[in-house]
């Protein structure tokens, strides 16, 4: 039985890989500082350990005390208008990376699974993206790292020999049976639920304006099941590789209100505000290639999402 190393383990996605591992008969080590994270989350069936990526000393613990066979790395701060105000923060997400690749070398781990994200090809200018698209310049410094540890990791990789996939997702929603309720809402699911609970007043669109069906920005939501489902089919591929993580298929903002008040029979109280800098009209992910190298195909649509989210924050 291999035993998976899982960063942020405690957090959204990663206590939900942590669970499916558990149920795929995987023992499971996390590491996590509960920034975001709750304890509450983590499997009984895992080794938990509360510390974070830049404390290499307690991080050297968890190698020394656990055979390691691969790590799945989701740790990272993740706020993008944060990222523009903390850079000093931020640098977390590269100096933790490092530490954990140096503790990789040192006990010969074979292969990390590393959390990416779309934001690396910055402001594409074709959809679907697909993974030949160049790298660019990002438009936020939590954008940089997410490049300066696909960079670093694959330097790693030809000089350690560190087998690496990385994963890059598109926007990730839905429940994992966890109910997950996150404290410190950025992404459009949670804000419409807080919307919904009436802790904020409304829901802001940002421009109406864009040269798309109906003038709202269009983006690729992948259910968070799919998703983790895709990273433990990753932990049998046996090259490097990259590959993006979404259903091909894009909803607008003003699609994804209106769905939500489909689903939830709920209104939404909205409104359009100012287009926001640097928001391509149209971000949709090629999957083709997780098809092909992963046998890989998402499994939830849109409506699934909004119901498994609203039931976390209305009924879980």
């Known amino acids: 039985m291999k035993t998976i190393l899982v960063t942020g383990g405690a957090g959204y996605i990663g206590s939900a890989a942590v669970k499916a591992l558990i149920e795929k008969g995987f023992d499971v080590v996390i590491v996590d500082n509960l920034s975001k994270g709750k304890k509450e989350f983590v499997d009984d069936k ?24 691969a790590v799945v790395h989701f740790a990272a701060y993740k706020a993008v208008e944060e990222s523009m105000d903390n850079a000093v923060k931020y640098s977390d997400n590269i100096t933790g990376t ?32 697909d993974e030949d698209i160049p790298i660019s310049a990002p438009i936020n410094f939590y954008g940089y790292t997410k490049i300066a540890n696909e960079q670093v990791i694959a330097w790693y990789s030809k000089v350690h020999n560190i087998q690496y996939v990385f994963m890059r997702y598109f926007n990730v929603a839905g429940d994992a049976g966890l109910s997950y309720i996150d404290p410190d809402a950025q992404n459009v699911f949670p804000i419409i639920m807080e919307v919904l609970s009436g802790k904020r007043e409304k829901f802001i669109i940002h421009g109406d304006d ?27 591929i046996n090259n490097n590789d990259i590959i993006n993580l979404g259903t ?69």
């Open 46 to 69: 895992a080794k938990f350990y509360e510390t974070d990526l830049v404390d290499k000393e307690q991080l050297a613990k968890v190698f020394a005390e656990n055979k390691i066979d």
């Open 210 to 236: 864009y040269d798309t069906r109906d003038g709202t920005c269009i983006r690729d939501y992948i259910d968070i099941n799919d998703l983790v489902k895709a990273h433990i089919l990753a932990l049998d």
């Open 248 to 316: 091909s298929n894009g909803v607008s903002v003003k699609e994804l209100v209106d769905i939500t008040i489909e689903v939830t029979g709920k209104d939404i109280k909205y409104e359009v505000g100012p287009r926001r800098e640097g928001d391509p009209a149209i971000v949709v992910a090629s999957n083709d290639k997780a098809k092909k190298i992963l046998g890989w195909e998402p499994k939830r649509d849109v409506r699934e999402m909004i119901r498994t989210t609203y039931d976390a924050y209305f009924k879980g």
């Open 98 to 129: 490092i530490n954990l690749l140096n503790l990789m070398v040192e006990h010969d781990v074979p292969k990390i699974i590393y959390s990416s994200s779309a934001c690396v090809y910055g402001t594409p200018e074709q959809s679907p993206v």
